[in-house]
């Protein structure tokens, strides 16, 4: 009777850990790249990527792709203003070459990490009639009570529109109809849909757009129902306060449920690099606090940060590489942006493969981070070893070992 109340008990914590171990995993080697820049139609092609999925797969463990669904053009259209979300034709392939991408990298042990937006969606033929669609025998229908009333700030209604839903649960997002996250009907549908990413397409997980659009435990129940590998959060803040509570606010069973962008870091990453403020790397980030370093997915630019000032972007001119050199050589996991692979791509495949082989984790104790009068030296311990990197104008570094 002991030995099977001790083997239920093992299974007990086994299937609980299976049901706790979603966000993102502990101790965590892998590398991630962002598959796209803004109109990269022909670089981030479905067959284009396909076609490397030898070179990325020996780099990277995942690659996040833009939203994917059809957005009733394949002209220029970056997908976040989607429609249908259970037909996969964009201006990136066909769904057919799509799949078929998705299943060739996962054969090389690379999942594809999809760009799922669900705080606001694009009507069909006007702003708000979001199509029905049917998927595992389940139809998905809308109504005016599943956007929120004061959609747009209250332009919605005023176009004639009459919103029912709740009042908005975050920010206001004015190019596309927010969705009230407090209906069920809302709610059943997104977790249709990211059940049909993961076990119909074959997604590896989400990078879920404008986070701050909506309160932070959907996130938690939508993972929840879905169970994905790997989740990330766009919430676009330089306080890392603000990221961690929204980190804190994705629990659920008692568990955080996704990970999220270290945009403090990326900040202090411009001052850094792009102006000497090399004290700025001393400051909070979620990659720099072990309480938080397994949920931080650290970066130095993306497809809206990687543009001009005038455009909306914060992009980081100087020492490209060496803030590339930073985030591999930091906790956290890093997401290195196709065009730094582009442009950098021999020097960052020698940087990856000094992290792995040092044995760096998402988890890894910083030993030393600090600052000088012109640079900056970072060490890091790793499983396998240590990783020393000296930036800017390092005297006398101690470098034995």
């Known amino acids: 009777m002991k030995k099977l109340f001790t083997l239920l008990t093992a299974l007990l914590l086994t299937v609980c850990t299976k049901a706790l171990a979603q966000g993102w995993p502990q101790n965590y080697t892998g590398v991630m790249l962002q598959g796209f820049y803004w109109d990269s139609y022909d670089d981030t092609h479905w067959t284009t990527l396909e076609a490397q999925a030898t070179e990325l797969s020996a780099a990277f463990n995942q690659i996040w792709v833009p939203q994917s669904g059809y957005c009733n053009t394949t002209h220029m259209q970056m997908g976040y203003l989607p429609i249908w979300w259970f037909n996969h034709l964009s201006a990136f392939g066909t769904e057919a070459e799509l799949r078929q991408m998705i299943k060739t990298f996962k054969s090389k042990g690379t999942g594809i990490i999809e760009d799922v937006v669900i705080n606001h969606r694009a009507g069909n033929t006007n702003w708000c009639d979001f199509p029905t669609e049917k998927w595992n025998g389940k139809t998905m229908t809308w109504t005016l009570a599943d956007i929120c009333a004061n959609d747009d700030g209250g332009n919605t209604k005023a176009n004639g529109y009459n919103v029912t839903g709740a009042a908005d649960?975050?920010?206001?997002?004015?190019?596309?109809?927010?969705?009230?996250?407090?209906?069920?009907?809302?709610?059943?549908?997104?977790?249709?849909?990211?059940?049909?990413?993961?076990?119909?397409?074959?997604y590896d997980g989400f990078r879920y757009d404008m986070v701050k659009g909506y309160a932070a435990h959907y996130i938690g129940e939508y993972n929840t129902s879905a169970n994905p590998k790997f989740s990330v959060g766009e919430y676009w803040d330089g306080n890392v306060q603000k990221v961690k509570e929204w980190i804190e606010g994705t629990r659920a069973n008692g568990a955080i449920q996704s990970a999220a962008f270290d945009f403090p870091m990326k900040y202090a990453i411009n001052d850094?690099?792009?102006?000497?403020?090399?004290?700025?790397?001393?400051?909070?980030?979620?990659?720099?606090?072990?309480?938080?370093s397994r949920y931080a997915v650290t970066?130095?630019?993306?497809?809206?940060?990687?543009?001009?000032?005038?455009?909306?972007?914060?992009q980081l001119y100087a020492n490209v590489l060496a803030a590339n050199a930073y985030i591999l050589t930091m906790p956290g996991t890093p997401c290195v942006f196709l065009r730094h692979w582009?442009?950098?791509?021999?020097?960052?495949?020698?940087?990856?493969?000094?992290?792995?082989?040092?044995?760096?984790?998402?988890?890894?104790?910083?030993?030393?981070?600090?600052?000088?009068?012109?640079?900056?030296?970072?060490c890091t311990q790793g499983t396998k070893g240590k990783a020393l990197l000296l930036l800017g104008d390092v005297n006398n570094a101690q470098t034995a070992g």
């Open 342 to 378: 582009k442009m950098y791509k021999q020097s960052l495949k020698r940087l990856i493969a000094t992290r792995k082989a040092v044995g760096l984790t998402n988890q890894s104790q910083i030993v030393k981070a600090e600052s000088a009068a012109n640079g900056f030296v970072l």
């Open 169 to 202: 649960t975050g920010d206001d997002f004015g190019g596309g109809r927010d969705l009230d996250h407090t209906r069920q009907n809302v709610r059943d549908n997104i977790k249709a849909y990211l059940s049909f990413l993961l076990t119909d397409l074959g």
């Open 272 to 292: 850094a690099f792009g102006q000497g403020s090399w004290n700025r790397l001393t400051d909070a980030t979620l990659a720099a606090d072990q309480a938080y």
């Open 299 to 314: 970066f130095v630019d993306n497809h809206d940060t990687g543009r001009p000032k005038e455009n909306g972007g914060a």
